[in-house]
Structure formats: structure tokens, C-alpha cells
């Protein structure tokens, strides 16, 4: 398992490419249910609001999901014990 760098994002560590490739294939399948949603909405006299909770509950499970994968840590602040 090769290790990747990882964001540049202060709590992100680097990531192993199996991790990164697993993140990007939710971003795919996150993007075809939203993708899904705009279609549905433009087709239909839906209430908005039920879309738009809709869209803001799948972009909050994929980011969930995506941090469980990553599992970003606690950032060290300037004067917390052992910080430079």
C-alpha cells in the first residue's frame, strides 16, 4: 500500500492510495445521485423543499462517509501543550 501525500489541510494525514481511490469513487457516485436530484426537480412540481433537503442529506452522508474513510485528527492550536 503506497502512501500518498495528503492535502495540504491542517488534521488531514497522508493517505494511502487505496483510501484516495475509495474518496474519489464516492465523489463519482455522490455526484450522479446529485445529478439525479437536479433531473428529478427540473422534471416535476415537487416541493422544493423536500429536494433541497434531499441534496443537503446525500452531500452530508458522503462527506461523513469520506471522513470515516480519511479519519482526519485534531488540529494543534498555538499555546495548546506542545505545540511549536
Same mark, same amino acid.
Given at each position: ?13 497522508? &493517505?494511502? &492510495?487505496?483510501?484516495?481511490? &475509495? ?10 445521485? #446529485?445529478?439525479?436530484?437536479?433531473? #428529478? ?6 416541493? +422544493?423543499?423536500?429536494? *433541497?433537503? *434531499? ?16 479519519? +482526519?485528527?485534531?488540529?494543534? #492550536? ?7
Amino acid at each position: 500500500m503506497s502512501m500518498t501525500r495528503g492535502l495540504p489541510v491542517a488534521g488531514y494525514t497522508d &493517505q494511502p &492510495q487505496d483510501k484516495i481511490d &475509495q474518496v474519489n469513487a464516492n465523489k463519482v457516485a455522490e455526484e450522479q445521485v #446529485l445529478r439525479t436530484i437536479d433531473r #428529478l426537480q427540473a422534471q416535476s412540481a415537487g416541493d +422544493p423543499r423536500m429536494f *433541497a433537503l *434531499a441534496r443537503t442529506n446525500i452531500e452530508q452522508g458522503f462527506m461523513w462517509l469520506n471522513r470515516a474513510i480519511f479519519r +482526519p485528527e485534531r488540529v494543534v #492550536l498555538p499555546g495548546d501543550p506542545g505545540a511549536a
